[in-house]
């Protein structure tokens, strides 16, 4: 199959993580925000180089937030813990 010339090509490359998985801030009122960047995709040019000769990438990230506040606490609707088991069998909170 022959690729049009109007078309780039790219080759998916495999990727590993290096280093940590979160970059981790602390704000001014202790609320914790750790930010995690994954690369979804990423392929190297087949059929074109950059105009300094270099090779040409093609990058998919996604970015994820964690927010802890400093109070880390959290709230649900009743209905949404209703008839939900919150022990295994036989176990009880005292």
């Known amino acids: 199959m022959s690729m049009p010339k109007d078309k780039i090509e790219f080759k998916m490359l495999d990727h ?4 940590d998985e979160h970059v981790t801030f602390k704000l001014d009122d202790g609320t914790i925000v750790k930010v995690k960047v994954d690369l979804d995709r990423v392929g190297v040019a087949t059929n074109y180089k950059n105009p300094d000769g270099t090779p040409h990438y093609a990058v998919n990230a996604s ?15 009743p209905d949404s813990i209703k008839n939900k088991q919150t022990a295994p069998p036989g176990q009880m909170f005292s």
Do not use: A, Y
């Open 16 to 19: 590993q993580r290096v280093g």
């Open 63 to 77: 970015l994820k937030l964690s927010i802890i506040p400093n109070e880390r606490k959290f709230f649900v609707e």
